[in-house]
């Protein structure tokens, strides 16, 4: 299989797909070709808008690629864009493959529509975190997978990830191909399978298309390094694992949710799963490993320090609004949960950072994640409470006798949320000096690393 050829035609996409453009294509590609593709609804969202997925192929082996199981990401709907098209119109590409390849460009269609505002651009960072959207734990597809682990029982999957089970179940993939991205960094990926022998080749698709590697802090400090940028693959038993060693809380208290798809498709067959990590905009100190003038464990403490400031910030935003936020209110779910598990995180954070390894110099790349970077995660929780605030003065303006003061407080915080958020963007603008990666090139390298790795678990 010409892997190159495959990757090189990957057209220049100047703008992200809508869910109903998505939807859209996935019919179209259909119809264009029904003898090769058939067309499937894997179930519906909590709203009732259709799941629609793809089977393209009669390989021996079953792949299922989904896209958007967080709604914030959607390089892989544009990567599964581009590769339903390839396998189904090129007949030679879709042998050789050796799958039959199942396809859902959009898990969670619901929470996607709630990050349309920045699809189409400016792609900056203040558009980005002014319109973003990602729900707390317990309503994302990937982290809903039913696990009983130690003290952490979950059985309560969403419809969105019933979906990806019934598949699952019914195909029992050789390969799955969860496909996500960052929002600031480098590249970097996960895996279920320890395949030494195609690392390199993964750097390599990066590195080759001018995105920089993410050497700096892992995403969690439950990740294991297999190599530079590459980590094996992680579920709820690794972060349970991790805080039972460095919390002091029970860690079942702090995991509200379920664990991932990997966990999920390695109990139906010896699944191969992959993780894609690419971000939209990156800072090429990401990859520099040049020692930095503090140590790590100072860089970890700065980074407490940041969050916790942070955090109580956000918790002041809400004071005042909390008793009209209605449980319908989708924004707002994620900065409760980040406020709640906040204190207990950093501590296990503090606690794992005094192994002795934490007293050599921290690397440039890690002092930026753990600082600049960090804060840039940060100020999306400001931007959804600005969100969540215009949707109860939204709800409270279409009832009949709307309530003044409340309508006074909520535009107070609103407008506070607002400022904040334009001040951190203000500030990041001034301290990164970030490069905004064109999409074409976000999905050959998932295009490529996908390859890489289907046709290597054919060797095994």
């Not at 694992?241 to 067959?269: F, H, M, Q, R, W």
């Not at 753990?370 to 600005?386: K, P, Q």
């Not at 904040?420 to 990041?428: F, G, V």
């Not at 064109?438 to 390298?445: D, F």
Request: glycine share 6%.
């Amino acid at each position: 299989m010409n892997i190159s050829k495959i990757v090189e035609n990957v057209p220049n996409y100047e703008t992200f797909l809508t869910v109903d453009e998505l939807d859209a294509s996935t019919r179209q590609l259909a119809s264009e070709y029904p003898d090769v593709v058939t067309l499937f609804e894997a179930g519906k969202s909590r709203a009732g808008h259709p799941i629609l997925g793809l089977k393209i192929g009669e390989g021996v082996k079953n792949a299922l690629l989904f896209a958007l199981p967080h709604p914030n990401e959607p390089i892989g709907a544009m990567t599964l864009e581009y590769l339903s098209r390839a396998l189904a119109e090129d007949e030679e590409f879709r042998k050789e493959s050796g799958y039959t390849w199942y396809m859902i460009k959009c898990a969670d269609p619901d929470g996607t529509k709630l990050n349309e505002g920045w699809f189409k651009g400016p792609y900056n960072i203040y558009t980005y975190v002014k319109n973003f959207y990602r729900p707390g734990s317990a309503e994302q597809v990937e982290w809903t997978f039913p696990i009983n682990y130690k003290n952490l029982h979950y059985n309560d999957p969403m419809p969105e990830t019933q979906a990806i089970m019934k598949v699952i179940d019914e195909t029992k993939p050789e390969f799955l191909y969860s496909l996500h991205n960052a929002g600031f960094g480098g590249a970097y990926w996960y895996i279920t399978h320890e395949y030494e022998d195609i690392y390199e080749e993964l750097r390599a698709t990066a590195i080759k298309h001018g995105v920089a590697l993410n050497l700096g802090e892992p995403e969690s400090p439950s990740c294991t390094k297999l190599s530079e940028a590459i980590y094996k693959m992680i579920g709820a038993a690794e972060e349970y694992d991790y805080l039972e060693k460095y919390s002091d809380v029970a860690p079942e208290s702090l995991i509200p949710c379920g664990t991932s798809s990997a966990d999920y498709a390695l109990e139906k067959n010896d699944c191969v799963t992959l993780l894609t990590e690419l971000p939209y905009f990156f800072d090429a100190r990401v990859q520099d490993m040049s020692d930095s003038t503090i140590t790590r464990r100072e860089a970890i403490g700065k980074n407490i320090e940041i969050n916790q400031k942070h955090y109580a910030k956000i918790d002041e935003f809400l004071s005042g609004i909390r008793k009209y936020i209605v449980p319908e209110n989708p924004f707002v779910i994620l900065v409760e949960q980040m406020i709640r598990y906040g204190k207990s995180s950093d501590d296990a954070k503090r606690k794992w950072a005094e192994a002795p390894e934490f007293e050599l110099p921290a690397k440039v790349s890690e002092v930026l994640d753990n600082t600049v970077i960090a804060r840039f995660y940060n100020s999306l929780l400001a931007g959804l409470i600005a969100r969540g605030a215009e949707y109860e003065m939204e709800r409270l303006k279409k009832e009949d006798k709307a309530d003044e003061q409340a309508l006074i407080d909520l535009e107070d915080a609103r407008s506070r949320a607002a400022e904040y958020l334009k001040e951190s963007c203000r500030k990041l603008e001034e301290e990164l000096d970030y490069t905004v990666v064109p999409i074409q090139k976000l999905v050959q390298i998932q295009v490529e690393s996908g390859l890489i790795v289907s046709s290597r678990r054919l060797r095994d």
